[in-house]
T-cell receptor, first 112, second 113 residues
Framework: QKEVEQNSGPLSVPEGAIASLNCTYSDRGSQSFFWYRQYSGKSPELIMSIYSNGDKEDGRFTAQLNKASQYVSLLIRDSQPSDSATYLCAVNMPDRDDKIIFGKGTRLHILP | DTEVTQTPKHLVMGMTNKKSLKCEQHMGHRAMYWYKQKAKKPPELMFVYSYEKLSINESVPSRFSPECPNSSLLNLHLHALQPEDSALYLC????????????FGDGTRLSIL
């Protein structure tokens, strides 16, 4: 199993709908989970951090964590064309010196 | 505006040149990182500095040489690079090493001729 897995997409979502991005990870000891947004040709931008099971909301973004299932997701409500980007899931890996490992990213395309 | 500043934004160099990439942060973070990112790939960790000491070197070739002059500055010295080293080089910082959220600079796009 890869350490951090994401569907590469593209995921196409109509404007105004909810976009759901998923990520699974391999290390049961992981405690820190991050979502980054990266526009083409730009650097990653941190949009959410989550450390506890459950939901964490910030504006139109909600991160969901289920450590038992080793699953973290990002929901984007009222999707806008400006949300079109690659979303990177990043997880700490205690069995790899606690390094943050990035998934390959999911390309999201919001359809106007 | 990013709080991690990288210079230059673009760099073109020949395989025999020596150049340096610079990174500066004023957030009081004690950990700083260099990543390499190729197109359509995730960032790959190269080096980690924690409290100005090199704590992780991900088996990076010696043609890349990091330096941390103080807690706000991070340099990456480049010498005798290969065409496959062309990539986006990202600097990041975090409050403490690893596990904490990392904040990225805008990156330096490096092209090796």
């Amino acid at each position: 199993q890869k350490e951090v897995e994401q569907n590469s997409g593209p995921l196409s979502v109509p404007e105004g709908a909810i976009a759901s991005l998923n990520c699974t990870y391999s290390d049961r000891g992981s405690q820190s989970f991050f979502w980054y947004r990266q526009y083409s040709g730009k650097s990653p931008e941190l949009i959410m951090s989550i450390y506890s099971n459950g939901d964490k909301e910030d504006g139109r973004f909600t991160a969901q964590l289920n450590k038992a299932s080793q699953y973290v997701s990002l929901l984007i409500r009222d999707s806008q064309p400006s949300d079109s980007a690659t979303y990177l899931c990043a997880v700490n890996m205690p069995d790899r010196d606690d390094k943050i490992i990035f998934g390959k990213g999911t390309r999201l395309h919001i359809l106007p | 505006d990013t709080e991690v500043t990288q210079t230059p934004k673009h760099l073109v160099m020949g395989m025999t040149n020596k150049k340096s990439l610079k990174c500066e942060q004023h957030m009081g973070h004690r950990a700083m990182y260099w990543y390499k990112q190729k197109a359509k790939k995730p960032p790959e960790l190269m080096f980690v500095y924690s409290y100005e000491k090199l704590s992780i070197n991900e088996s990076v070739p010696s043609r890349f040489s990091p330096e941390c002059p103080n807690s706000s500055l991070l340099n990456l010295h480049l010498h005798a690079l290969q065409p496959e080293d062309s990539a986006l080089y990202l600097c990041a910082s975090s409050q403490e090493q690893l596990s904490k959220p990392q904040h990225f600079g805008d990156g330096t796009r490096l092209s090796i001729l």
